[in-house]
């Protein structure tokens, strides 16, 4: 049975054992201008599609959570009219972090879990990948929310940077600036094995992930990711050199070695 529940603030919706947030749906608040270069607002926070592309992309290869829009919840319309009056015309759903078995998540390893989940947040320009947005299931993290990713103005991984920057000075660190300050050959290997991952991604299967997503603009979302994946390797590159710099008052005995396409730690003796 279904159940629609308000607690602390929350709205949740529990159907079949499981329990998700629901999250109101905003829609972009100026229309989008197809005459122009960016088809879409720059802005998507509470955004369910984006949401959407960003979890379809991820289950399997990270650990994060499922999102799902209105289309695909059996709701009933006792329960539609319920979620209008408590959240908002539109909504979507975010399944409850701590219902997953950690054993069933891609990553049980918290480290590899994190080096995988960065090289993922870089390729979808996920940049409020923090602590609030990380849900510790034992020592395996499981992430949520993903409304601050694919947005035009990141897309160029410089401006993309800054972002990062700019969070962390307001105490939203992200969990690539933490993974890059405290670099060690472990985690060098990690994003290699992470990176080649998201390289082989069929580009069938952006389509059709930019497309259940429910999207008005789908050629311009499969593009931005497609190309993301391009440079993956080389955007990682461009993040780690502008983190790991500040380790190596830290770390004197290490070193970093970089080039154009690769970067690396190794050991002085």
């Known amino acids: 049975m279904a159940k629609v529940e308000f607690e602390h603030g929350l709205i949740t919706y529990s159907i079949n054992g499981e329990i998700y947030y629901v999250k109101r749906h905003f829609p972009p608040t100026i229309p989008p201008n197809r005459s122009s270069r960016f088809l879409v607002h720059e802005t998507f926070f ?3 599609p984006i949401e959407r592309i960003v979890s379809l ?3 399997g290869r990270v650990n994060v959570v499922s999102v799902k829009l209105s289309g695909d919840m059996d709701i009933g319309c006792v329960n539609i009219e319920k979620l209008k009056e408590l959240v908002g015309p539109e909504f979507y759903f975010s399944k409850a972090a701590y219902q997953y078995d950690p054993h069933h998540l891609p990553h049980q390893d918290p480290e ?13 320009r996920n940049w409020d990948d923090g602590e609030r947005n990380i849900w510790q299931l034992g020592k395996v993290p499981i992430w ?21 920057q700019d969070a962390a000075d307001t105490g939203r660190v992200s969990s690539i600036k933490r993974y ?9 290997d990690i994003i290699g094995e992470a990176v080649e991952l998201f390289r082989n991604m069929p580009s069938q299967e952006i389509r059709g992930i930019v497309s259940d997503a ?6 311009y979302f499969a593009e931005y990711i497609a190309g993301n994946i391009v440079q993956i390797e080389e955007d990682i590159d461009i993040l780690r050199g502008a983190f790991v710099q500040r380790a190596l008052t830290s770390h004197p005995s290490l070193m970093i070695a970089t080039s154009p396409r690769n970067a690396y730690w190794r050991q002085v003796k």
């Open 46 to 48: 509470s955004y369910g």
């Open 57 to 59: 992309l991820g289950i």
């Open 112 to 124: 590899r879990a994190m080096g995988f989940q960065i090289v993922f947040d870089t390729l979808v």
């Open 144 to 164: 949520f929310d993903f409304g601050a990713s694919l947005d035009p103005r990141c897309q160029n991984i410089y401006r993309f940077l800054l972002k990062l």
């Open 180 to 188: 890059f300050d405290d670099y060690t050959q472990k985690r060098e």
């Open 214 to 219: 429910e999207h008005e603009f789908t050629g």
